[in-house]
């Protein structure tokens, strides 16, 4: 590539143009030296599992995103097998920029919101001790003009991912609480539905235990996950909604489960390698059985209880679960069948559409009583009575039904 310097943003899993400042930094720099901007879609930074389900979000995201740049001459080159050092290792031929900057994950803060020293193993201490406030988000950043054409690139490279080709996608199960497409225009689209077209914010506090449909809950967690919609924006919307609204319940809630998001990212930041192990942040022994044919069965939706193998069925055929569900089936796996909790983790890493392995391994430890649910501190995690729940959450039986 002859001529003005090249400058490489890697995405790294952050999938949109809003809020982005690695953007804004690119943009600057390429002004300031008459530079162009290519962009990376290299593999994600974290080792996870990404199942089929999350990987067509992903595709969605990608080819969305790949037209709009190419609008501004800007190549988005895909190397999805390979890590962003490794694809400037392997192509250093053609891939030579002066500077190489790469995207974040999407949070609140941009530092510790607590210091390290003094990180909290609850989320009621993570919230009263809090130092700062959230950040506002940027505006996408201007491209034009930075681009210098397509043109000199392998074909191979600007391939538009595709989808998964599997049978059951081409129109998705029409049961699927998340019928939304993974790119940044559908992020915003549902954002904008939630806050401030539908009542689904004013009455989230009420509904988010809710089983079946779109509305119960926001959705934003698929989005969130392939970094196609900023917590940062979300946050903003509901700021934005309290000022024509007042602080009520229903936003009031929705904060606080966004910080809920942001004291397990923060938290496996601080633990590290504890954070995701056996005996979790308390460092307990385990004390399960390793039943591989049980755990097979599990996996097949065939627990042995009907509530649970609906929620299963629902998760295999979707890969969205509401959280309630999540929460019955991990306190099941964990308390009757008394399976090891790290497998459920894992198994829902890979058949989650949003699965972020901060919030899936935080809440399942918090469920087997090895993370931060403080009456399992000394003592046992809590038990769910699933007739009870059923009852209370689900008395029609109308998922249990929906999912038979
Ligand atoms: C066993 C188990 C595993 C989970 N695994 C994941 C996962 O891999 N990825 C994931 O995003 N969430 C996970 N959750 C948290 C929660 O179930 C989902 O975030 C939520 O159901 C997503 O739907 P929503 O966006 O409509 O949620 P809403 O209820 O509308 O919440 C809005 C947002 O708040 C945050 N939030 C809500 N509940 C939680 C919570 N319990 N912990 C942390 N953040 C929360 C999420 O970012 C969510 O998108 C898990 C929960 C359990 C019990």
């Known amino acids: 590539m002859a001529g003005a310097i090249t400058i490489a943003l890697s995405l790294e899993g952050q999938l949109r143009l809003d809020d982005q400042p690695a953007f804004h930094v690119a943009a600057a720099l390429a002004r300031q030296h008459g530079g162009h901007l290519i962009v990376l879609a290299c593999r994600p930074p974290t080792q996870r599992l990404r199942g089929r389900y999350q990987r067509q979000l992903e595709a969605q995201a990608l080819a969305s995103l790949q037209s709009r740049l ?17 694809a400037l290792s392997a192509h250093r031929d053609l891939l030579r920029p002066e500077a190489v900057l790469s995207c974040g994950e999407s949070r609140l803060f941009d530092d510790w919101p607590i210091r390290p020293a003094a990180f909290p193993r609850v989320f009621a201490d993570f919230r009263r001790g809090l130092n700062q406030a959230p950040l506002p988000p940027l505006a996408a950043a201007e491209l034009s003009g930075l681009g210098a054409g397509l043109q000199d690139w392998p074909r191979a490279w600007l391939q538009p991912p595709t989808a998964c080709p599997l049978p059951m996608f081409q129109g998705g199960d029409r049961r699927s609480a998340f019928p939304f497409r993974g790119d940044e225009p559908s992020a915003l689209a549902r954002l904008q539905h939630y806050v401030f077209d539908s009542d689904g914010l004013r009455h989230y506090k009420a509904s988010r235990n809710g089983l079946v449909g779109t509305e119960f809950s926001a959705k934003f967690s698929p989005f969130l996950a392939i970094g196609s919609l900023s917590v940062r924006r979300i946050w903003d919307a509901v700021l934005r909604y309290q000022a024509l609204h007042g602080a009520d319940e229903g936003s009031t809630w929705m904060q606080q489960e966004l910080l809920w998001r942001e004291f397990f990212l923060w938290s496996e930041q601080h633990h590290g390698a504890a954070f995701h192990a ?42 969205y679960l509401s959280n309630r569900g999540r929460q019955w089936v991990a306190s099941h796996f964990v308390q009757e069948l008394r399976l090891p909790w790290i497998w459920g983790a894992r198994f829902f890493e890979w058949a989650l559409i949003d699965a972020q392995p901060a919030l ?15 009456r399992s501190f000394g003592g046992s995690p809590r038990r769910f009575d699933l007739e009870r729940q059923e009852q209370r959450y689900d008395p029609l039986q109308t ?3 929906r999912w038979s």
């Open 278 to 319: 056996p005996g979790g942040i308390q460092a307990r022994p385990p004390e399960w059985h390793e039943d591989r044919q049980l755990f097979a069965r599990w996996t097949r939706a065939d627990s042995g209880h009907p509530l649970i193998d609906a929620q299963l069925r629902e998760l295999l055929a979707t890969g």
């Open 360 to 374: 899936n391994t935080g809440n399942w430890a918090y469920l087997a009583g090895v993370g931060s649910d403080p």
């Open 70 to 86: 190419t609008a501004a001459g800007i190549p988005l080159l895909q190397f999805p097998q390979l890590s962003t050092e490794a």
């Open 399 to 401: 998922h249990r039904q």
